[in-house]
């Protein structure tokens, strides 16, 4: 069985944030069981999963899953825009794929640069008192804390500017205390003039991914947040991870479109 690597959110290999992704001929998915090991195997923050779908009128193209190295997980944008570059640069798929996901229908376009919009649901965003130990486990003193949807479930940390975001070196077992998921943190960016307009770092230990290179679905309670703050719409994230990466962020309602590169830097083969 065919296996890929394919860095997202970067158009240069070794940055961004590395996913595997595995397409299936047949119309199912073996068991759990088998994809939460070769998830373990591949041990990147995630492993894509696909299989074609019957064809119907408004109905997805492809079913898509996605798990860590420890559990499967609702919403992954880095591993969808993988699939998707898959799916592109084979020319399995031209134009708009629709996936169908554990958090609805997606569906990822691709445009003549190379880049893919994803077109996620946008998170709920809900304002808390800071969790007692946050600040502390994250050695930063918050600005604020929100809540995100049930498909992110992290909570969403505002710190008082870029290089108190870059500078964390949080304590992991400590942050697993307060959410679903994990943590982001961030920022507005020091200088827009570099190319984006906030920075975030994310910290997801809850599902044995330490800290996330890049983070798609983080985006999409990333762009309410700062379009509301900065007065605009569209907008572009830098996650300021040590491989780092750019999501462009578009806010559209009810839906986020995330837009980024990807690059494939290994193709194999699935022995076991």
């Not at 394919?6 to 069981?33: E, I, M, Y």
């Not at 230990?205 to 800290?211: A, T």
Request: aromatic fraction near 6%; proline fraction near 7%; charge should be negative.
């Amino acid at each position: 069985m065919r296996i890929r690597i394919v860095d997202a959110f970067t158009d240069r290999p070794f940055a961004g944030n590395p996913a595997g992704v595995l397409l299936f001929d047949s119309g199912d998915f073996p068991d759990d069981d088998r994809l939460q090991r070769i998830a373990a195997e591949v041990n990147l923050s995630e492993t894509a999963f696909a299989h074609p779908l019957p064809a119907s009128p408004g109905g997805a193209d492809w079913a898509l899953r996605w798990f860590t190295p420890t559990a499967e997980v609702d919403m992954c944008g880095h591993a969808t825009l993988a699939t998707a570059h898959v799916l592109h640069t084979t020319g399995l798929a031209t134009g708009t794929v629709r996936f169908a996901a554990r958090c609805g229908m997606l569906t990822a376009t691709a445009h003549q640069d190379g880049s893919i919009t994803l077109d996620f649901p946008t998170s709920e965003l809900t304002p808390t008192a800071v969790p007692d130990g946050v600040a502390a486990a994250l050695g930063a003193t918050p600005l604020g804390v929100h809540d995100t949807s049930p498909h992110v479930g992290d909570l969403l940390v505002e710190l008082a500017d870029e290089k108190t975001v870059r500078a964390l070196t949080p304590d992991i077992p400590a942050l697993a205390r307060h959410s679903r998921r994990g943590i982001i943190a961030t920022a507005p960016a020091e200088d827009p003039a570099r190319g984006y307009d906030y920075v975030s770092r994310c910290f997801f230990p809850n599902v044995g991914v330490d800290e996330d290179p890049v983070t798609g679905s983080a985006h999409t309670a990333l762009a309410p947040f700062w379009s509301a703050r900065l007065g605009r719409d569209d907008l572009t994230g830098l996650q300021a991870s040590a491989r780092t990466g750019l999501v462009r962020t578009a806010l559209r309602g009810e839906r986020t479109l995330l837009t980024g590169s990807a690059v494939t830097v290994i193709d194999g083969e699935l022995l076991a």
